[in-house]
Each structure stands twice: as structure tokens, then as C-alpha cells.
DNA sequence: AGCACGCCGACT
DNA sequence: GTCGGCGTGCTC
């Protein structure tokens, strides 16, 4: 007898552990592991799959029950990630199916739903009745009362379907089936029967039109019944009124090539060694992963190349369209459902062997992989914010170990961590120094707006800021500016009684957003109309502080009399914005782009030749003991957008902490001036890389609760955790209340506990089984990106 | 999650 | 007396 491990499409915790079916004698051989299946479970019949097939059991096989059908021919995971999915379970403390589901294509996630079945006329004729039909959705109180008749007579059935969000897409297509025809007086329909004829397969009813054929001619031929019509799968390709320029290789400099080696020799080797390649701004890194890729594919396996976020980096999309051409599947979240999942069964077909995408590319299915590559490793990004909690630099370890193939690392500014381990030699340290392009060096400026206030200047742009933007006007060239502040006003003042607006469920400031109208939340997104009066005195002297990007787009607009591109989250947030804004940009050569961080990434256009901070410190002070990483990153990345090209570039940063070690490295350009300042912090405050985290919080509406569960978690740790780990707090967060929820957290710092995953485990199942009827939540976040 | 089972109040 | 409210516990 064959048996079937299966895990359950149902994303609760109850049910979340592997439950045991029989394959019925007439599926054995064509049943594998990875196989979506149906299985009576309880009273009805549910979506699952299956993770090990084996001739044992552990559960009374007298209670087993079997298989009902298998819904794909082939299956849709491959043992890889199977075993994969497990992994990441269990190690981020998490459901088994919601990181199936983070691994599949949401098309492919189920869908149940009740309809209602008639079984005379009088039954069928009343469920048609209904607005919605079969579907057992908005009955009246009525409607249901005589429902229950209708049942407890045997009259109407309940089933539940199991419905996919997605089919491939069909498109109607034609084919001749008769060869000699009469239509000597018809010489259209005639012109049109040779096309359709000397095709070899059925040819697209839309492909007709477009070289001018009308429906109704085609309806004329099929009348006569020369041709005849057929459904037939298409691809949805969104890149299908692009046209891609063939980019050819290019020669590698010395440096380029002495890493490009060392990949190779890897790659060749099948050797899971991880490389960490440093390279600044502009020396060419993309072109080592290029060539890296081909040497995988001239080996014939496959590639991931992963990315921050894809549509903030159209051009190196566009660069791997252009080499390797239909080799490459383009996974971003701009796609609609059915598109991702029409490039999630390219790669799975064989039909793509390099995958481009964000975080979640990293599961692309591939079956014999030669290289992944990550491209700014040192994005916050790569980790997951929602369950499972995944690090996609983690993942890819635990693929290229399974696959036998490197993986590469590139950034500017790595990560402390990763340069620490490619310092103690855990990573192969690979460098690049030398711009491709010849250029002359970016030339930095620090303006201390302390001074700047003194003197009398109280706006927002430094007088050394508005000379250079007033000349790079005058020459026609363009003008970055960043500011990591959205919104028109960060918060509204009271000047009478220093009342300050904040969210009713958050605890922190409404942001003033002047188009709107309103005051806005920017943690659960709460809005309301701004009052003219404040709310605790009914005084009418209330200001609004704290530029924005929506005020400072305005008062560029008025200081310069000049056109001014806004970028960020409100103007991008609307599909192809993003791209549509900075064409507009470029093509247009407007002066200013205004934006937000989103700037910061992957632009490159040739006429910037200022770059502007408006104000540096705004990252630097987050409760976050990476707070000045991100800010050094930040400035470094968005400096290298200025002076790409042939014209000299400059920078200017504002800051009220002229001296501070992120800002005075970042202004030399000085990576390993920071990383070391850096880790000497690090050691003494003890945290990442000396030390790993785990991150509880504890949230509920109640704060009783809070405290409570606070203090078990924190027991739990004391009474768990060897001396040599840290526990700090439980402490409120620093947001102390998001979405009318109380937060506490509590940080681990550690760096070995062998029963940390169990420890984890029962904790999480306490608050399950004890705290999750009170709605005591507690979230585990494993090595956190942020600590807040 | 969803469904069956089970034990208490207000209605044909 | 029954219907139906939702608390509890199980699903291979």
C-alpha cells in the first residue's frame, strides 16, 4: 500500500501539520511528491499537497482515508521546494501552507466556494431566483429560513468548488479543413483561405484582424464551412510591445575579469561558494553578472537574478531582455495575477532559464540551477515584512547548497554583516575599484543647516544648495533632490496650547496632505478633513511643521519658476506611474525630480549633474541600531546618481549633524572608513554581526494583556537561554500603539542556542493555544531587518 | 478555517 | 416542547 504525507490548504495553525492519506491502487503510478491534490478532510473536500510518499504510516490506518484526485498532471512543486517550504516553516516559526503559498504563483492558491445544488424544479427554479444565483452569498433572513426546508427536505445539496483564479488565457483561432473551395468570386475571402491555409497551426482570430481581416470575414469562410474554430492557450507577455535591441557582450577590464574567473571557476566546479562582490557605483558589476549568467547557460542550467524592487529598475531589465532575449522570465509586481503566473510555467516548462525578479523570485522553479545572483544585498527589501518572515539572501543559501551553485552578492555598500563575513573569509571577497566609463570624481559638499539658520536662513534649500541649483537651470542640466519626508506637513501644530494631531489607533503625528485635504496616517493609512481649529482648545493659530516632499515641490516651484518632477509614494502608487514620471523626466529634460528614497535606485540618466539631500539626518535618527548603515547607504547610493556620464557631477548634503561619522564617510566616499567605525559600535552595543537577533512583539488592544504575555516570553527566554545571550526588555515599541493595537517587544541577542528553534516553537504555540481567543498576538522575527 | 456536536434561552 | 444561539474540539 502506498501513503501520502499531505499538507492542507487551509492557513490556519490548527491545522497546520502533516496529515496522511492512502493512494489508491489505480493513482499509484502516476502520484509524485509536489502533486496538488483534493482530500476528503473532515465533513467536505479540500485543496492539498503532497510533501512524501512512503509504505508506512504513522496515524490508525483504520481512520486513513484516500486520495480523492490529483489536479495537475505534473506537479506543480518540485521536491526542491518542498522540502524548502518545510525549511523556511520551521525555521521562521510559520504555517507550512502560507509559505507554499508565498512559493507559488497566487493563481494556483484555492479558492472555495458554496453552491447550492437543486435537485427537482421547484428547487432549481427557486435557487435561480435569487440575485446571486447558486451562490451562497447574501441570503435574507427569509430566504435562509426557507432554505432549510429545501435541505431538511433533500431538495437542495450544499457542495463546495474548488475554483482557480487563474486558467491559461484562450484566444479564439481558425483552421482550414478543406482544400479545394469555391470562391472565385469572393478574391478577399479567397486572399484570406491561402493565409489561414499555409499556416501550420490554427492562426489567432486577433492576429487576423491586425493585418486587416474583419470578423465577419472570417464568419463568411467558416459559414461555407472551409475553416473551422478552435480554442487554443496563449501566453499573456507583457513585454509584448516591447522591441529589444540586441546588447552585445562586452570586454571585461582586468578587474572585471579576474572576478568573472573566479564565478566561473565555481559555476564549473558546481561549488556553493558565496561571493561577495564590492564594486562602487558605475564599475560595472552588471556586466560580471551578465557574462556569470551565460557561462550557467553554456552549461546548460539556470539563473536567478534578484533585485530590490523590479519596476525601480527598468533598465536592467531591459538590459537582460536585450542579451539573453526569451531565455528570460520577468517576474515584478506590477503584473497582473494571470501574467505572473504565465512566467511562473515558462520557467517551470524549460522554456525561460533565467528568472529576473524581486524578493519572491528567489523560489522561481527552476530544476538545475548553475548561479543566483543578488544585486544591492544590502536592501531591506530582501526580507519579508509579513509571514513567513523569509530573507531572501537566506533562502538562496539553503537552494545553492541543494543545487550546487554560487552565489553572488553585489553592492556598492554591503551590508556590515556581509562584509564581516566576507572578512572572516565565510564569504569570498570580490572587489571592484575602477569605473568603467572615465569620469572625473563626484566632488561632495556637507552644508550644516545649524549654521544655515543661524545666518538667517530659514528655508528648506541652503543658499550653497539654490546657487548650484540656479546654475545647473541657467545650463539646461538636471537636478535630484531628495527629501525622505512625503506629505505636505509631517505633523499640525497648535501654537496656543501645543496640541499636535495624532492617530486615533497609532500614537504618532497625522501627516498634512494639502491636495487631499486631509491628515493622514501613514502607518494604518487613517484619514480625516483638517480642521482650520484645534481640536483640545479651539484656538485657530494652527501651523503645520516639517517640509514634505508635496510643500517642497511648491516652494521650488516658486523659487525657481521651473518644472518639478514629484516622486513618491502618492505619485507612484497608480500602475507604470513610476516609469511614466521618469520618462517624463528625461524626455521632457524637466530640472527638478523631487523625491523620496525611491530616487535613490538604479536612475541614470546622463544630464544629472546635481544631486541634493535636503535633509540627511531624517534616517539617522530611527530607533534602529542600523540607522546609521541605512544612512550611509542611502547617501552613498544616491550620490552615484549624479555625474554619470561625460559631465561632471556634484553633491550636496544638508544635515544637522555635520560631524556624525554616516554623513563625514559618506561625504568621502569612504566605505571602509565606515564599515569600520561601524563595527567598533557594534561590538560594544553588541548587536548584528556579533550577535543575532530574534524580535517578539507582543500586541493587543488591551494592554493588560500586553504585560502579560510580555512577561511569559520573557520568562520563557530567561529560564531557556544560556548567559551568554542578551534579553532587552520587554520595552514598549517605539511606535507604541499601530492600528488601536498596544505593542511591546522584546529583543534576543545571541550567538549560539542549540534549542532555539524548540524554544521559539513552544512559545509560538502558547500564544496560540492560551492568548489567541483574548486576541493576544505575538509576532517572532527572526534576524529582523528593522527593531521597531 | 469550517463543520459537527452539544448544551441553554424565547418562540411557532 | 423545538429552534437556533455560539462555545469546544477535531479534521488523516
Known sequence: MMYAAIIVDIPNKAVSKIFEYEVPESMVSFTKVGHRVLVPFGSRTIQGFIVELKETVDYDTTKLKPIAKLLDIEPVLKPELVELSIHIADYYVDNYINVIETILPAALKSNYKKVLVGHDDAAIDWINARPKGPEVKY??????????????EERITEETIIKQHTAPKKALAVYAIVDDMNLENAPKQLELFYEIQAASEPTLMRNLTERGYSNHLVNELYKKGYIEKTEVEIERDPFKNKVFEADKKKALNAEQQENFNQIKQSIDARQDDIFLLHGITGSGKTEVYLQAIDVALQNGQEAILLVPEISLTPQMANRFKSRFGDDVAVLHSGLSPGEKYDEWRKIKEGRARVSIGARSNIFAPFENLGIIIIDEEHETTYKQNERPHYHAVEVAKVRAKYNRCPIVLGSATPSIESYARAEKGVYKLLELTKRAVNQTPIDISVVDMAEEHKRGNISIISDTLQDKII?????EEQIVLLLNRRGYANFQLCQDCGHVSTCPHCDISLTYHKRKQNLMCHYCGYEETVKKVCAACDSTSVTFRGLGTEQVEEILRDTFNTDVV??????????GMHEKLLNTFERENISILLGTQMIAKGL??????????????????????????????????VAGRAGRHQLPGEVVFQTYNKEHYAIQFATNQ???????????FRKVARYAPYYFHVLFTISSERMADVI???????Q?????????????????????????QYRFQILLKYKRESGLMDVLKALDDHFFETYKAKGLLLKIDINPSLIM
Open 604 to 637: 541614470d540618466y546622463p544630464n544629472v549633474t546635481l544631486v541634493g539631500v535636503l535633509n540627511a539626518d531624517t534616517m539617522l535618527n530611527l530607533p534602529d541600531f542600523r540607522a546609521s548603515e541605512r544612512t550611509f547607504q542611502l547617501l552613498m547610493q
Open 139 to 152: 441570503l435574507t433572513k427569509e430566504e435562509l429560513k426557507e432554505l432549510r426546508v429545501f435541505i431538511k
Open 716 to 740: 520563557t527566554l530567561s529560564q531557556q537561554m544560556s548567559n551568554t545571550s542578551i534579553i532587552v526588555g520587554p520595552a514598549p515599541s517605539p511606535i507604541e500603539r499601530m492600528n488601536k
Open 708 to 714: 502579560e504575555g510580555a512577561h511569559h516570553v520573557h
Open 566 to 575: 514629484r516622486m513618491d509614494f502618492d505619485t507612484t502608487k497608480q500602475k
Open 471 to 475: 546654475e545647473r537651470i541657467e545650463k
Open 670 to 680: 569612504d566605505y571602509m572608513g565606515f564599515y569600520r567605525e561601524e563595527m567598533d
